[in-house]
């Protein structure tokens, strides 16, 4: 076996090894669940069993343990409409429908390589950054910020809603050094994995601020590994934002792997 296939198969058992507890059967929960997704907007649920969020309706009963979150006014009442007398049926029980909302997240990769020193785009990275602090801030959504430069990616902050902490971080921020773009994908995937553990119903985002000039590989080779990655991002269902600040009135013969992520991950691309 080349030594090629064999930091491929090596790269593939890392980007499998994400979540492996993610991809398990879903909960009797799980299976009473109906979502409502709505664009941009909160995310809520209805469910039976759970005892977060209001009452919006009842259910019939279909197992024991939700017993303890009866509705008690519809359970009475069906046993009243169905004939005149004093004992329950199983078949009066009703369980309350609660709707609860969902936990997002946002989790933006920002490059702070050497060429996004050039004609302030840092800067305006940063105003983007800046702009989905308040964004979340106002709907009390979870943020997670990603920087990579030079040869390794780090997360400047994990899952949080400590808004202030992430805007006083950005005005310390430095370029320089080439772009890790696979660490930051990767380093993204685990980020959605611990958030994932915590919050199993959940909707993450991926938001992308970079020219896609990768140039340093995980192994050796970036191509496959932007591809695998996004496909593994693609195959978690994790919506995926792009801002494209490639200056296209420069003639730049350096590879950028933008297109590849976008047309994998089905990413909406907005160009700056």
């Not at 076996?1 to 198969?9: D, N």
């Not at 709505?38 to 469910?47: F, H, L, P, Q, Y």
């Not at 805007?167 to 921020?173: G, I, R, T, V």
Request: include cysteine; aromatic fraction near 8%.
């Amino acid at each position: 076996m080349s030594e090629k296939e064999t930091s491929s198969k090596e790269l593939n058992f890392e980007i499998e090894d994400f979540d492996k507890k993610i991809v398990s059967k879903k909960s009797e929960v799980e299976k009473n669940t109906f979502q409502n997704y709505n664009g941009s907007k909160k995310v809520r649920i209805s469910e039976v069993g759970s005892k977060k969020g209001y009452h919006v309706a009842y259910a019939e009963l279909s197992k024991p343990e939700h017993l303890e979150d009866i509705d008690l006014i519809s359970t009475i009442n069906s046993a009243i409409l169905n004939q005149n007398r004093y004992a329950l049926l199983e078949s009066d029980y009703k369980v309350k429908i609660r709707k609860n909302r969902i936990p997002k997240l946002s989790v933006i990769l920002l490059d702070l390589s050497g060429s996004m020193g050039i004609s302030k785009r840092v800067g305006i990275a940063k105003g983007i950054v800046d702009k989905y602090t308040d964004d979340s801030y106002v709907k009390r959504e979870y943020l997670s910020v990603v920087t990579f430069r030079g040869r390794e990616a780090l997360v400047l902050s994990p899952f949080t809603k400590k808004y202030s902490l992430i805007k006083a971080q950005l005005n310390s921020l430095k370029t320089g050094g080439k772009t890790p773009l696979s660490a930051a994908l990767k380093t993204a995937l685990k980020v959605f994995k611990q958030f994932k553990d915590k919050n199993k119903k959940c909707t993450v985002e991926f938001i992308l601020i970079s020219d896609g000039k990768a140039n340093v590989p995980l192994k050796e080779n970036i191509k496959y590994e932007i591809e695998e990655l996004s496909k593994a991002i693609q195959k978690r269902k994790i919506s995926f934002k792009i801002y494209d600040i490639r200056n296209k009135s420069i003639i730049d013969p350096s590879i950028s792997y933008l297109d590849k992520i976008s047309e994998i991950t089905n990413a909406e691309v907005e160009t700056i």
